[in-house]
C-alpha cells in the first residue's frame, strides 16, 4: 500500500480518477511524472476505479492512493465532481506544501512547480480565444491552508447554484461570455475573473491570490508543435477518440500540427506498458491506434501528408467539376442556340 505520513511539506500532484476508461491515459501521466521525477509524489483521489487500474497505478512507488467518497449528481453536475471531491480532500489532506491538480489526460514535460511563487494562493491557465479559462490545472499554495479549503468549497457551491437554474446554465454555454462549461464560469466568479487581469483577489478570501499562467506553459490543450517552456500537454476533447479508440486525425485535430505531441504521448504509452510488465496491467492501458507503428512513425508521417495531399487534390477536382460543369452549360447554352439553325439546315 503505498502511503505516507501526513504534514509533510512537498510539492505533489493531485490526480481525480474514476472507471476504467482513462486508465491509458493516467498510466501516461503517471509515467511521465516517473520519467522526469521519480520521487514526486502523485495523490491519486480515486472512485469506483477497477483493481488492476488501481494495481497498474499503485505500481508506481511515488503514488499514493486514496479513496474518496462517490458523489451522484444529475447530469449537468457532472462538471462539479471534481471541485467537490478536492473540497472534500482538503478537510484531511495527506501532503501539506505546494499542489498541482492535473486531469489524468496529461502528461508532463517539464517540472511545473518552478512556475509557483511564494504570494500565489491559486494558480491557474488561460488562453486566447472566446473561453479563456481551463480548469485542467490548477496550482494550490498548500492543501492544508484554510482559505485554499473555503476556495474550493466556494467553487463547488457556486457551481451546484449554477447547475440548479437553467438561465445561468445557458449563459455559462454561451459563446457570449467567457466560461464554455458550468465549473468554469463558477471558477471565474469566484475569482472574480477578468479579462486583460492575471492576478485576482479571490472572493471573500483576500488573503488569497489566484494568479493566470499562459496555457500553453503549463495547460497545452491545442494540437501544436510542442514548445520548450511547455510543462504540461493536454489532451483534450478530440485527442480522446485517437489515443483511446485508434480514430485517426480530424480536422480539429490535424495530423501535421498535432505529429510532436502524438509521438510524445506514443512514446511514453510504450514506456508504461514496459513498466507495467503484467499482461493484466498491460490490458489496462490499452493499445496505441493500430495505424501508428513507433518504429516507423516517418512512413506513417508520409501517408498522413500524403493523405492531405491527396485530399487538396480532391479539393481542386472538385473546382474543375463546378468549371467543367460550366462550361457545359455554355455548350449547352451555344447547342441551344445552335440548334434550330443547325436544325432547319439539316431539314433542308
Ligand atoms: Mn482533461
Not at 510488465?277 to 507503428?293: F, I, K, T, V
Not at 487534390?313 to 440548334?339: E, Q
Request: hydrophobic share 45%; proline share 6%.
Amino acid at each position: 500500500m503505498n502511503t505516507v505520513p501526513t504534514r509533510i511539506a512537498e510539492p505533489h500532484y493531485l490526480v481525480c480518477y474514476f472507471g476504467a476508461k482513462y486508465a491509458p491515459m493516467l498510466g501516461v501521466l503517471l509515467q511521465s511524472i516517473a520519467d522526469l521525477q521519480p520521487c514526486r509524489r502523485v495523490v491519486l483521489l480515486h472512485y469506483d476505479t477497477p483493481a488492476d487500474v488501481l494495481r497498474m497505478a499503485g505500481g508506481y512507488s511515488n503514488v499514493v492512493l486514496r479513496p474518496v467518497e462517490r458523489h451522484s449528481y444529475p447530469p449537468a453536475m457532472a462538471a462539479a465532481l471534481k471541485p467537490l471531491i478536492l473540497a472534500d480532500y482538503l478537510a484531511s489532506p495527506t501532503l501539506a506544501g505546494p499542489a498541482l491538480v492535473v486531469d489524468c489526460d496529461m502528461l508532463v514535460r517539464r517540472d511545473p512547480f518552478d512556475l509557483f511563487r511564494a504570494d500565489d494562493g491559486i494558480l491557474f491557465t488561460i488562453r486566447d480565444g472566446v473561453w479563456p479559462i481551463n480548469g485542467g490545472v490548477i496550482g494550490i499554495r498548500d492543501p492544508h491552508e484554510p482559505a485554499v479549503s473555503r476556495f474550493f468549497h466556494r467553487w463547488a457551491d457556486r457551481i451546484a447554484e449554477i447547475a440548479r437554474d437553467p438561465h445561468l446554465v445557458a449563459i455559462a454555454r454561451s459563446d457570449k461570455h467567457p466560461y464554455g462549461h458550468v465549473d468554469q464560469m463558477a471558477f471565474a466568479q469566484t475569482i472574480g475573473y477578468e479579462r486583460g487581469t492575471s492576478e485576482f483577489a479571490v472572493l471573500d478570501c483576500s488573503e488569497l491570490t489566484a494568479r493566470a499562467v499562459d496555457g500553453y506553459v503549463l495547460n497545452e490543450m491545442r494540437s501544436v508543435p510542442i514548445d520548450p517552456e511547455t510543462r504540461i500537454l493536454h489532451f483534450k476533447g478530440g485527442w480522446h477518440s485517437i489515443l483511446l479508440d485508434g480514430h485517426t486525425f480530424t480536422r480539429n485535430r490535424p495530423m501535421l500540427a498535432g505529429w510532436d505531441m502524438f509521438t510524445a504521448y506514443g512514446d511514453v504509452h510504450a514506456r508504461a506498458r514496459t513498466f507495467a510488465g503484467e499482461a493484466a496491467l498491460q490490458r489496462q492501458l490499452g493499445e496505441m491506434p493500430s495505424w501508428y507503428d513507433a518504429s516507423r512513425r516517418n512512413v506513417i508521417r508520409v501517408r498522413y501528408a500524403l493523405r492531405r495531399i491527396i485530399d487538396f487534390t480532391t479539393d481542386c477536382i472538385a473546382v474543375f467539376r463546378v468549371l467543367a460543369g460550366r462550361y457545359r452549360i455554355i455548350v449547352r447554352r451555344n447547342h441551344g442556340l445552335c440548334s434550330p439553325i443547325q436544325a432547319s439546315s439539316v431539314a433542308h
